[in-house]
């Protein structure tokens, strides 16, 4: 078996066939197994295979049609709410209600959910993560059900592939790592770190549909506009604060 | 070679040995394959290795000994500075100064550091998060010279295991996992979830140790008082405005 870690692929094409149940149950064990905060497991996942379901989440994920298709979705959640529960039933007074406990059980949620995509992988599962869910936590948190000390981090959908689409390419290495401290970067090397990407059949492609001059530009006017990001930055921390991860 | 996901422990003591330079790369290699946003893999690794900065950082990470004895630190970072350079130097106007794009880029680095872990496992190495990383960040920040537009969301310490503690335990899968949506907890099964633990020899030496009658108890007055979460609270929250990830 290849190391899931170097042959992963988003998969946004899925078979109609539903997932074992003894197969998800593994995939959710190794999600478990990663390191969390203090043994504390401030995180829920919710898997959501109801068809009726999936249908009212779509929306919210803006209607990508892999959300219907794909039998499993999971949506990681930042969850401080258990934990305070049974602080609260020991007669403890949990205080996580604060934007520190936000991030932990964020990071937690995280290092959870890609445990779960490579043991996904590595069962022969396809995965494709859906950044959207920051975008309308408001909606999900609503059809989830998430009681107050929980909220959306990110979604995955879930099921047997349907494609097989190529490794998709990354910036060098030396793009992203620094050596003991942080590099800035000239403007030399930002041209050089993205030349291939630039010189691609892929952006060429890409930029002759969307009539645009460059692909920066693909990013700063179509996928993540500054209206968008603005409007969806206030709506995600409405949505924080109305959950109990806010203490001013 | 067992799957890394079901074996890891963090391990707390380390060899002197250094990490080979090409193990290393294969590490970090196995973190940029990690899904991200859009593939604009908005973050950055900072791989610190010389001794003197790793004995200056090792205050903000409460002097944790590992941090000192460990090879090499590794701060995974939300970057959206190198892709706003980018953008900028092609004319396209980059709006990712904005709470969304933390949150997107956390999980960016997140997923990236999940990876890097694992690979470490898989090649003989061992590692462990440091939640402290958010306590102090903008100490770290300031010794990691991170530019605006940059922020630090976790670190790892990495090297050669001069332990084998056991694994760890976990409540059991049901207490994380909720099927179709959220089913919130009775007391029943709060009690239920928690009672292996509870009942545990650790659970009875920490209560001893810690002259306390319960367990969650050590959690809210010792590990992670309301004080500290508070304090650390705001001064995450003003290192993430001051570093441009806020925009009124």
């Given amino acids: 078996m290849d190391n899931p870690i170097f042959t992963h692929r988003s998969i946004r094409k899925y078979k109609g066939e539903a997932i074992p149940s003894e197969v998800l149950r593994r995939v959710l064990e190794a999600g478990t197994r990663a390191s969390n905060t203090g ?94 869910t920051t975008y309308m936590a408001d909606k999900i948190t609503e059809t989830l059900k998430l009681p107050r000390g929980v909220i959306p981090v990110t979604s995955i959908v879930m099921g047997y592939p349907d494609e097989a689409p190529p490794l998709t390419d990354r910036l060098p290495l030396e793009a992203v790592v620094h050596a003991d401290t942080y590099h800035d970067y000239t403007p030399e090397r930002i041209d050089a770190l993205w030349a291939e990407r630039e010189a691609s059949e892929e952006t060429k492609n890409l930029l002759a549909i969307n009539d645009l001059t460059n692909l920066a530009r693909i990013f700063t006017e179509k996928r993540y506009p500054g209206r968008d990001n603005i409007a969806f930055s206030k709506a995600y921390f409405e949505t924080l604060k109305r959950q109990g991860f806010w203490n001013d």
């Fill in 39 to 132: 043994n504390m497991q401030v995180y829920s996942i919710i898997v959501t295979t109801d068809p009726a379901l999936k249908e009212e989440l779509s929306p919210a994920h803006f209607n990508q049609p892999m959300v219907r298709q794909a039998p499993a979705l999971l949506t990681f959640c930042a969850d401080i709410h258990r934990f305070s529960l049974w602080c609260e039933q020991r007669g403890a007074r949990p205080e996580y209600d604060n934007f520190l406990w936000y991030v932990n059980a964020a990071i937690d949620a995280m290092l959870a959910a890609q445990n779960v995509m490579l043991e996904a992988e590595a069962n022969g599962l396809g995965i494709c993560v859906l950044g959207t």
